[in-house]
């Protein structure tokens, strides 16, 4: 990076082995390196198992990596200074809309007031108030990832970790989140890390598109996404949008083939001996 | 393997840097999985060893409990005694162990099976949960000791007795875990099978009895550490045709404190010994299932 600020996060030959005690350890990232600027929002696009998810794990601090290092610079002073949304299971059956935004907040220290007060504007941004009292299981697959994205918001994080978020939505769903996604990023620019396994979600969203390479997974590319901000998820009708798609598919289906011709060799090379 | 707890390095001085970095667990993945391993062994060995040297200690000082429980050496034996008492190796337990653990194998196997089987009748079919749940219900909270003297006064003073009300006991546990576990099995898994046309016994060859399997074994596991109390209770109330629990009441009345405490661990060993056969078989029937720690004593 040219960049004379210090990164947000910085991952340093990041490494993650799984079942390394036994006679068949899971290579599953890596050494990866990655610097991510204060403010950037970053997707990651990977083939399944490719250790997307291992990697944001890493940096969310639910996983040590095996190898390496990944720090991470914070400004200011508060408890959850990283928060994550999941694909699935992120929020909680057995509590309320409201319970489930405040959970953040009222695990953070804040009294109930104060939370109850956050949790309820929060749930205003994304269009939640008349649901505050409902249960998860009353609602869509839409709204339920809506509570989890102001659960993850309300504690007002430096840094957003975002894993699939939207990859159970069907696909009309999946656009009208993402546009409220950039609308609210647009607010207040906070640093992002967004998994997926869709090239175009990674183009419409991303300041950055970071591809990674099937298990173990390494940086394949990082390209800058050119189109200007504000951006809305019509970009992707425009023509410059499928050309850039488009170049950068063959780009990859280049290497991705490139890479699986490689390991192929290394395999028979391997077989052999 | 997965670390839940990574603690995170915060350096106080300056701007906030959190560190993810590989902890030990990372570093020597198979020096930190063997330590593990040697300290949770070392700790199920440590803790009954340190606390057989305590009863030891207590008795060889009479230590005076609480200010006012003094452990009397005429009435209380120490480890060591029993281990070398005279009287324990006259003693013929072997019988009463012998005794024992066939009235429960035999009432384990009656009451699982009836257990099991109406369990299964009734998670199936709406109309036998309709015809029985009202009643069954009602008949769980009676204490099954209480219907000991029924069942002498209609079986007589053999075996029979004692057996039918472990069986009894037994079968209130894996009914109701099997009826559970049946109603539990996922609509989805349902669906897809009836989707391709599954016949009623389909159904439960193929989805019904593998789906819930796992909660049936919880409920067998629970129901084997419930048999061995009821068999105890039951040869302590009537001791006179042998088993553990008369062993332990001999001890009492023929004032060898050593056989009571041989009849309790034995008791303990047995309940053991069992649990752990009916978890094998579990973990044998159901390999797909995650192996989970449920204690086997209710």
């Known amino acids: ?273 | 393997m997965t670390n839940t707890d990574p603690n995170t390095t915060v350096d106080k001085r300056g701007p906030r840097v959190l560190r993810r970095e590989p902890g030990v667990a990372e570093i020597k993945p198979r020096a930190h999985v063997r330590n593990r391993k040697a300290a949770e062994r070392a700790l199920a060995i440590g803790v009954p060893a340190a606390l057989l040297l305590l009863w030891q200690l207590a008795h060889h000082y009479e230590w005076n409990l609480l200010g006012y429980w003094k452990i009397d050496q005429r009435f209380y034996a120490s480890p060591y005694e029993i281990v070398t008492s005279e009287k324990l190796r006259e003693a013929d337990f072997w019988r009463d162990v012998w005794t024992s653990t066939r009235r429960m194998l035999i009432g384990f196997a009656l009451g699982a099976g009836a257990g099991v089987f109406i369990g299964l009748a009734m998670g199936m079919s709406r109309l036998v949960r309709a015809a029985l749940d009202p009643l069954l219900t009602a008949l769980y909270t009676v204490p099954k000791l209480a219907l000991l003297p029924l069942f002498l006064t209609i079986f007589g003073f053999d075996e029979r007795p004692r057996v039918m009300l472990i069986a009894v006991t037994v079968f209130f546990f894996v009914w109701i875990s099997t009826m559970a576990a049946i109603m539990a099995v996922p609509e989805g898994y349902r669906e897809a099978a009836m989707s391709f046309g599954v016949s009623r016994w389909q159904m439960f060859r193929h989805v019904l009895l593998p789906g819930s399997l796992p909660q049936i074994f919880v409920g067998l596991r629970i129901a084997a550490g419930v048999a061995v109390l009821i068999l105890i209770g039951v040869e302590l109330v009537i001791p006179s045709q042998g088993g553990i629990g008369s062993l332990i009441e001999r001890g009492r009345t023929l004032l060898i404190p050593e056989l009571t405490y041989v009849g309790i661990a034995l008791a303990a060993l047995l309940g053991l010994l069992f649990t752990l056969v009916v978890r094998w078989i579990g973990r044998l029937l159901i390999p797909w299932a995650p192996e989970d720690n449920a204690p086997g004593q209710g």
């Open chain 1, 1 to 273: 990076m040219t960049d004379t600020t210090r990164p947000k996060i910085s991952a340093r030959s990041v490494e993650r082995v799984f079942a390394a005690e036994t006679d068949n350890p899971v290579h599953a990232l890596g050494p990866f390196d990655l610097d991510i600027a204060d403010g950037e929002f970053c997707c990651i696009v990977g083939p399944s198992g490719c250790g997307k998810s291992t990697f944001l794990r890493i940096v969310a601090g639910l996983l040590r990596p095996s190898a390496g290092a990944v720090e991470v610079d914070l400004a200011g002073t508060s408890k959850t200074p990283i928060a994550m949304v999941f694909q699935d299971y992120g929020i909680y059956p057995w509590k309320t809309v409201e319970a489930n935004v405040r959970f953040g907040l009222e695990v953070g220290g804040m009294s109930k007031r104060d939370a109850r007060e956050k949790a309820l504007f929060w749930l205003g941004r994304l269009g939640l108030t008349e649901f505050r009292n409902a249960y998860p299981d009353k609602l869509s697959g839409g709204m339920r990832q809506r509570v989890a994205i102001a659960r993850a918001l309300a504690v007002e994080p430096e840094i957003l970790l975002m894993d699939e978020p939207f990859a159970a939505l069907d696909a009309q769903l999946r656009q009208i989140l993402q546009e409220e996604l950039l609308a609210l990023w647009e607010a207040d620019k906070r640093t992002v890390l967004f998994i997926t396994h869709s090239l175009e979600e990674a183009i419409v969203l991303g300041d950055r598109v970071l591809v990674m390479t099937a298990r173990p997974g390494r940086m394949l590319e990082s390209v800058q996404v050119p189109f200007d901000r504000p951006r809305t998820p019509e970009l992707r009708a425009e023509p410059e949008f499928n050309e850039f798609k488009a170049g950068l598919w063959d780009h990859l289906k280049l290497q991705v083939e490139q890479y699986l011709n490689e390991l192929r060799t290394v395999e028979e090379e391997g077989d052999e001996r």
